[in-house]
């Protein structure tokens, strides 16, 4: 069974990167497309960015274009998700997601079939 383990969170003041990370369990040859999510108190999973398995082509949600960049060790079975510049509204569960694709990249939940437990990452002001 696929395991995606994130860590890196954690917390910081603003102004503050971070950089998480998402290893895949066990390891694998296989690149699939994969994602990374955040949900915060009260609010539904937001859309960070995804990266293609196959291309690593990216795409990022609307507001996440700036101080987000997604990028992959596909040799390591690892993605990860560098954030800059960080704010109090980025307080969140960050959640890495995998898909059972090569190719494409995905915004919806309903795209991905696997998910890590989540990592918190809290921001003070």
């Known amino acids: 069974q696929v395991q995606l383990i994130e860590s890196g969170g954690g917390l910081v003041q603003a102004g503050d990167s971070l950089r998480l990370t998402c290893v895949r369990s066990?390891?694998?040859?296989?690149?699939?497309?994969m994602g990374w999510f955040r949900q915060a108190p009260g609010k539904e999973r937001e859309f960070i960015a995804s990266?293609?398995?196959?291309?690593?082509?990216?795409k990022y949600g609307d507001s996440m274009k700036n101080r987000f960049t997604i990028s992959a060790d596909f040799d390591k079975n690892t993605i990860y998700l560098d954030i800059t510049n960080l704010e109090p509204e980025d307080t969140a569960v960050y959640y890495c997601?995998?898909?059972?694709?090569?190719?494409?990249?995905?915004?919806?939940?309903?795209?991905?079939?696997?998910w890590g437990q989540g990592t918190q990452v809290t921001v003070s002001s």
């Open positions: 997601a995998g898909t059972i694709f090569e190719m494409g990249v995905f915004i919806s939940t309903h795209n991905y079939d696997y």
């Open positions: 066990p390891p694998s040859f296989e690149r699939r497309s």
């Open positions: 990266i293609s398995g196959r291309s690593g082509a990216t």
